[in-house]
């Protein structure tokens, strides 16, 4: 059965059109040449205005266009905007961007190293920026101008069904002939500004920088914290194991059945950032008053020297040590051994009833705080941060005992109740950046708390002393610039940086065109328009 | 009510409907055939109760995750094979149908997720839904063009002579399915500039949705005939390029770079 027409003559040149072998070998040539000029002189794609960048694209597609209309049954037009030619064209595209998308495409040094003796080859010939390299846009330029005459080609002459072909080719030339025209005109970098200032920097992505057309200043920065999520997996934390329905949010006082156990929440810090205070006691013990902040909840912790260690929020380990007169330093050294023994974040308050040192562990090493020798800095363990804002003096008794656990960067916590007939478990769960400690009520139950996620976070600006505000999904438009809101950084004093992304686009109104022409048409084409090949 | 009950309760449904079809191949326009798209249009409401279920008790579309899209995909299938059997009166994808979408019920059973109620701020956009819905409606009619082109080459295989509108069902479904493709890719275009800055970054995700989409382009250029062996070939070789883009990206040394890494 014959899968397709047959074979047109051309009866104003004779003879067979080019077919894929034709194509192949010319595509097959072209692609081989840029390889090698890519290979001896590694080209750049040059930075242009958009007027000559616009030139240097549309220009030529234009012409391409024209062409196929004037000279519509010219060898040359035939030969472009031919299946052979068109199909082949694709084909090289194809595989290209499949080598793209095995290979890492701009490796960090570490993917560099990894990739060993492959990674000169691979850069040599601009496989690890492949969709910048100038040949793969010599083959996208390839796909335009065979896209280009067929549309002009077809343009000739009046009916649905090339109106249709048009807007299809016409559409995706406009979106493929955008995307060049983008990558030498177009300017995308990133926007950083601390709450309470402001900024008129890009730091561009290509190097260098760039200034917006009037200075943006962030006034304030808001991030809304998920409540926090727990999943029911096996007893070793690894596999998600059925509920029936979604479990609830852990708020305190939320209830749920966990395989045989009734779980209840009794405390919950979406996202924690302590500050240690210290205070005097009036029966003169030292208490310290650990606060978890969150942003939209807190939670207190309250340390008391006859306590001993106590595992906080999160594998935080915390204890007060009442230490003989004149064995300060000893004492010290022992603790700071424990607590490197230990290998959690953790901090450890000694006192000899006159000189009180804060000997603090976190994941970088120790720092000391001592009353009154200087100010107390803030110190982050992952992040949490212990503010120390107040010096005490005060009696202590208690001892220090070494306590064991992992270590963890927290930035939520929950405590949560498990009961099953006569047993009863209580714990403290705690997630961030580099996953949770499960919860392990048997063999088969555990419970894993789920990463703290932002639900919201925006940025209150001022551009020009009118308010906006930048959040995710919501761009805003500053001259050429899109600004949108990508993510945040904490910084200095509690505040936050905001994190934007600035991206000046000339071509997105071609390309919307495009696609907009492009999906008309397709709609058009398949469901519109009558096939003439359905019998067999 | 309970995720499982429902979800088995549906497989239960399109199961029997699927043998019913299987039965009822043989004696066209009996009972039985219409026994079996009831059940058939029974499993597939299930199906919608329980999306519309999960959507209620997660606060959130249950679009996120591989196992809510593999569900979405198998909502999709009855609906596609129920409207090909009307509108080109062939029964021959019901039966077949009926075990795809089983087997994408049985992987959502075997491999259970964490139901996460948090969604991203990225995805809390008005064309989450759109691009989703339609990407899945895409790659339920490609998948069933693929399945029909199986179906039918396998009969082929044993001397069973199709009637041509059986024969043309795997064109038609990709020609059902191939705008909605485009429709997904620009949807998904024009959110990404939203939300990212940028149309289109050759992303992995991306870069295997342009390959899946030009991958289309070639039947859709050589005008098969039905039936013709290319006709047949290409939509069954299509669909594993989707399956690529939807499953294998995740496995990919490069998907750590990927944007859509929120699907895990």
């Known amino acids: 059965m014959d899968d397709r027409r047959p074979e047109s003559v051309n009866p104003n040149t004779g003879g067979r059109p080019p077919g894929y072998g034709e194509a192949l070998a010319i595509l097959s040539g072209v692609l081989l040449g840029l390889l090698a000029m890519h290979a001896l002189q590694a080209p750049q794609l040059p930075r242009l205005e958009p007027l000559?960048?616009?030139?240097?694209?549309?220009?030529?597609?234009?012409?391409?266009?024209?062409a196929g209309l004037l000279q519509p049954e010219s060898r040359a037009a035939r030969f472009f905007s031919g299946l052979p030619f068109s199909l082949t064209a694709l084909g090289f595209t194809a595989g290209a961007a499949l080598l793209g998308s095995l290979i890492l495409q701009n490796p960090s040094p570490e993917d560099a190293l990894r990739l060993g003796r492959a990674y000169p080859l691979l850069q040599r010939f601009g496989l690890t920026d492949l969709f910048r390299a100038p040949w793969f846009g010599g083959l996208l330029a390839c796909l335009i101008l065979a896209l280009a005459v067929a549309t002009g080609r077809r343009l000739r002459t009046w009916s649905?069904?090339?109106?249709?072909f048009a807007?299809?080719?016409?559409?995706?030339?406009?979106?493929l002939t955008g995307g060049a025209f983008a990558a030498l005109a177009s300017r995308?970098?990133?926007?950083?500004?601390l709450e309470g200032e402001g900024t008129r920097t890009v730091r561009l992505d290509r190097g260098g920088t760039a200034d917006l057309p009037a200075e943006l200043r962030l006034a304030a920065f808001h991030v809304e914290p998920y409540e926090l999520e727990v999943s029911l997996t096996d007893g070793e934390g690894r596999r998600p194991r059925r509920t029936g329905r979604p479990l609830p949010h852990l708020v305190p006082g939320a209830n749920f059945r966990a395989g045989d156990w009734t779980v209840s929440c009794l405390e919950a810090i979406p996202s924690a950032r302590p500050q240690l205070s210290l205070v005097p006691d009036p029966a003169g013990e030292l208490v310290l008053d650990l606060?978890?902040?969150?942003h939209g909840g807190a939670a207190d912790v309250t340390l008391a020297a006859s306590m001993g260690v106590r595992r906080l929020a999160g594998g935080l380990v915390a204890a007060l040590m009442e230490v003989p007169p004149d064995r300060m330093p000893e004492a010290v050294n022992r603790?700071?051994?424990a607590l490197d023994m230990d290998g959690a974040p953790g901090l450890a308050i000694l006192s000899d009833g006159t000189d009180t040192r804060c000997l603090i562990r976190n994941l970088d090493g120790f720092t000391e705080l001592r009353q009154g020798t200087h100010a107390f800095e803030p110190v982050r363990f992952g992040a949490l941060t212990l503010i120390p804002n107040r010096p005490h003096r005060a009696r202590i008794t208690g001892t220090w005992l070494p306590a064991e656990g992992r270590r963890l960067q927290p930035t939520a916590a929950a405590r949560l109740a498990?009961?099953?007939?006569?047993?009863r478990r209580e714990a403290w769960l705690a997630a961030g950046p580099e996953g949770a400690d499960p919860l392990r009520l048997d063999a088969a139950t555990a419970l894993l708390l789920l990463p703290p996620q932002p639900k919201r976070f925006r940025s209150e600006v001022f551009l020009e002393g009118r308010p906006a505000t930048i959040q995710v999904n919501s761009p805003l438009r500053l001259g050429p610039w899109d600004l949108v809101q990508v993510g945040y950084e904490e910084g200095p004093g509690g505040r936050a940086y905001t994190v934007l992304k600035a991206t000046a686009d000339p071509s997105i109104g071609p390309v919307y065109a495009g696609l907009l022409l492009l999906l008309g048409g397709v709609v058009g084409a398949l469901w519109i328009l009558p096939r003439t090949w359905e019998a067999p | 009510m309970n995720e499982v009950l429902i979800q088995t309760f549906a497989a239960t449904l399109l199961g029997a409907g699927g043998l019913l079809a299987a039965a009822?191949?043989?004696?066209?326009r009996s009972a039985t055939d219409r026994a079996a798209s009831a059940l058939i249009l029974a499993g597939w409401l299930a199906l919608i109760g329980l999306v519309a279920w999960l959507w209620a008790h997660l606060g959130r579309p249950p679009l996120r995750t591989l196992g809510e899209t593999r569900l979405l995909y198998a909502a999709w299938l009855p609906a596609i094979a129920l409207f090909a059997a009307w509108r080109w009166r062939t029964r021959l994808l019901l039966a077949p149908m009926a075990g795809m979408a089983l087997l994408f019920l049985l992987l959502n059973l075997m491999r259970p997720e964490a139901r996460v109620k948090a969604l991203m701020p990225a995805l809390q956009s008005g064309w989450f839904v759109p691009h989703v819905v339609v990407y899945m409606a895409a790659y339920a009619c490609l998948g069933l063009a693929s399945l029909a082109a199986a179906v039918l080459l396998l009969r082929r295989a044993r001397g069973i002579q199709d009637e041509e509108s059986a024969l043309a069902l795997p064109l038609r479904l990709l020609w059902l399915g191939f705008p909605l493709l485009t429709a997904g890719l620009v949807v998904g275009a024009f959110w990404a500039k939203t939300a990212w800055g940028d149309y289109w970054t050759w992303d992995p995700k991306e870069t295997w949705a342009f390959l899946s989409w030009a991958f289309y382009l070639v039947p859709l250029h050589q005008r098969l005939r039905a039936g013709s062996r290319a006709a047949l070939w290409l939509p069954l070789l299509g669909f594993p390029i989707v399956l690529l883009c939807w499953f294998g990206v995740n496995l990919l040394p490069t998907a750590a770079q990927s944007l859509h890494s929120y699907s895990e």
């Open chain 1, 335 to 337: 603790a700071r051994e």
């Open chain 1, 418 to 423: 498990a009961t099953r007939g006569t047993e």
């Open chain 1, 52 to 66: 000559p960048a616009a030139l240097a694209t549309f220009l030529p597609a234009g012409m391409a266009l024209l």
């Open chain 2, 24 to 28: 009822g191949s043989l004696r066209p």
């Open chain 1, 160 to 164: 649905l069904r090339n109106a249709i």
């Open chain 1, 291 to 294: 606060r978890l902040e969150a």
């Open chain 1, 167 to 175: 807007a299809t080719h016409l559409g995706t030339a406009l979106v």
């Open chain 1, 188 to 193: 995308s970098g990133q926007v950083r500004i």
